[in-house]
């Protein structure tokens, strides 16, 4: 049992370039998360899904888009890198509609030049 | 609206001694908290949580906070810190009974330091 699988771990792009990151989780959860990670800041939402085929917007949107095709992944796209787009990201998902707590992956640290 | 405020950016302690780290919180509803835990370059671990159940909530490795509704307070605890626990800690709100909107508010964290 995985829990929750990002990739890739590290990666860097230079500005403008895209990439996407993707997030498997295997635990049937409905609701999946992706936030970025900053110092002094804590973990910002930048977008997230209810379910299988829906997103929204988080906290900090801009720059960012997600589409969730199948309900175990959750992908997240940088159309055009920004040096501001340097972070680590996370990605989370929870059982529908509960506050148990949320399972985390490990993390994809990006930076952009 | 919810917002969690970490009172401390760096908290230091030597081995052996107890360890406060401090949470406050603000909702307008019935909230769920959680602290999490994040060693250096790993993602964040669940250490505990409160949803509404026992005020006094016990987590992995002898961890433990305590929900005051009267103070808004939710303090993480633990006896005696062990170079182990060297890590950043997360304090997290959320609305107890979920829902669409349901997400997790972060605070900006408390960089735990443990001295031999």
């Known amino acids: 049992n995985a829990g929750v699988t990002q990739t890739p771990k590290f990666r860097v792009l230079k500005t403008g370039q895209s990439m996407t990151l993707l997030c498997a989780q295997d635990?049937?959860?409905?609701?999946m998360y992706w936030y970025r990670q900053d110092p002094g800041m804590g973990l910002r939402l930048i977008h997230y899904?209810?379910?299988?085929?829906?997103?929204a917007k988080g906290e900090v949107p801009d720059g960012y888009n997600v589409s969730r095709l199948k309900k175990q992944n959750f992908l997240l796209g940088l159309e055009s890198a920004a040096p501001s787009q340097t972070s680590v990201y996370f990605c989370?998902?929870?059982?529908?509609?509960?506050?148990?707590?949320?399972?985390f992956g490990s993390g994809t640290r990006l930076t952009v030049v | 609206a919810q917002s969690v405020t970490q009172l401390d950016s760096h908290v230091s302690v030597s081995e052996g001694t107890p360890v406060l780290l401090r949470c406050n919180y603000s909702s307008s509803y019935s909230p769920s908290l959680f602290w999490y835990v994040q060693h250096p370059n790993k993602g964040l671990q669940l250490l505990l949580k409160y949803t509404s159940a026992a005020t006094l909530v016990k987590g992995i490795n002898g961890f433990e906070a305590e929900f005051k509704k009267s103070e808004t307070s939710f303090h993480l605890t633990k006896p005696s810190a062990h170079m182990s626990d060297a890590a950043e800690y997360f304090c997290?709100?959320?609305?107890?009974?979920?829902?669409?909107?349901?997400?997790?508010?972060f605070g900006t964290g408390t960089l735990l330091a443990v001295q031999p």
């Open positions: 635990m049937n959860h409905e609701y």
């Open positions: 997290v709100v959320t609305l107890a009974y979920g829902g669409a909107t349901n997400k997790l508010i």
């Open positions: 989370a998902s929870s059982y529908e509609g509960r506050a148990y707590g949320y399972t």
């Open positions: 899904s209810v379910g299988e085929g829906t997103t």
